[in-house]
Antibody
Framework: EERLVESGGGLVKPGGSLRVFCEGS????????INWVRQAPGKGLEWVACVSSGSRDIDYADSVKGRFTIARDNANYSLSLQMNSLRVEDTAVYYCARGELNMDVWGKGTTVTVSS | ESVLTQSPGTLSLSPGEGATLSCRASQSVRSTYISWYQQKPGQAPRLLIY???TRAAGIPDRFSGSGSGTDFTLTISRLEPEDFAVYYC?????????FGQGTKVEI
């Protein structure tokens, strides 16, 4: 079964940092772009970042550019999102999702709460 | 970057009825770059349609997608109880991806 599993979410104060992780299994992880997509409580989906299969292409949403860093380790089938200078508005469920043009495999998400 | 606007915000229907969901882009986009997702409460989104009209694996044929240019449509021919959910369209661009704000299909 093709799976993505997120971890690392938690409670952090505004201005703080947190790293969340995504682990893939059941498919050739190194062959696919992987995205982070988030969903604030009661809101819609917001794309956050994408890294290409070999890490050559990395893109970020304007809302996180300069604060978040996406990175992958294909040897370990894993991906991370380093989040710095966190804001209350970054509070959301963070999903990792596989794909370049569309996203066909999703994890169940990890919750990040930014609050004092 | 193209902005996607979905309408209506909420669609109130009964099982067995048909549903038509709209997704309008702020500028013309390539059809290969439009996808649709379904999300139920407490669950991750699920890919329904990609390349505007191609059903993803395991998606029943009551779901269909169409459109071109700036106007795209997801049609559900006969609503089943499990189809009541929120639906999002999504656009791929070379350096970004964009989701519409969603359409809730409710009973």
């Amino acid at each position: 079964e093709e799976r993505l599993v997120e971890s690392g979410g938690g409670l952090v104060k505004p201005g703080g940092s947190l790293r969340v992780f995504c682990e893939g299994s059941g498919f050739t992880f190194s062959s696919y772009s992987i995205n982070w997509v988030r969903q604030a409580p009661g809101k819609g989906l917001e794309w956050v970042a994408c890294v290409s299969s070999g890490s050559r292409d990395i893109d970020y949403a304007d809302s996180v550019k300069g604060r978040f860093t996406i990175a992958r380790d294909n040897a370990n089938y894993s991906l991370s999102l380093q989040m710095n200078s966190l804001r209350v508005e970054d509070t959301a469920v963070y999903y990792c999702a596989r794909g370049e043009l569309n996203m066909d495999v999703w994890g169940k998400g990890t919750t990040v709460t930014v609050s004092s | 970057e193209s902005v996607l606007t979905q309408s209506p915000g909420t669609l109130s229907l009964s099982p067995g009825e048909g549903a038509t969901l709209s997704c309008r882009a702020s500028q013309s986009v390539r059809s290969t770059y439009i996808s649709w997702y379904q999300q139920k409460p407490g669950q991750a989104p699920r890919l329904l349609i990609y390349y505007t009209s191609t059903r993803a694996a395991g998606i029943p044929d009551r779901f269909s997608g169409s459109g071109s240019g700036t106007d795209f449509t997801l049609t559900i021919s006969r609503l089943e109880p499990e189809d009541f959910a929120v639906y999002y369209c999504q656009h791929y661009d070379t350096s970004s991806r964009t989701f519409g704000q969603g359409t809730k299909v409710e009973i």
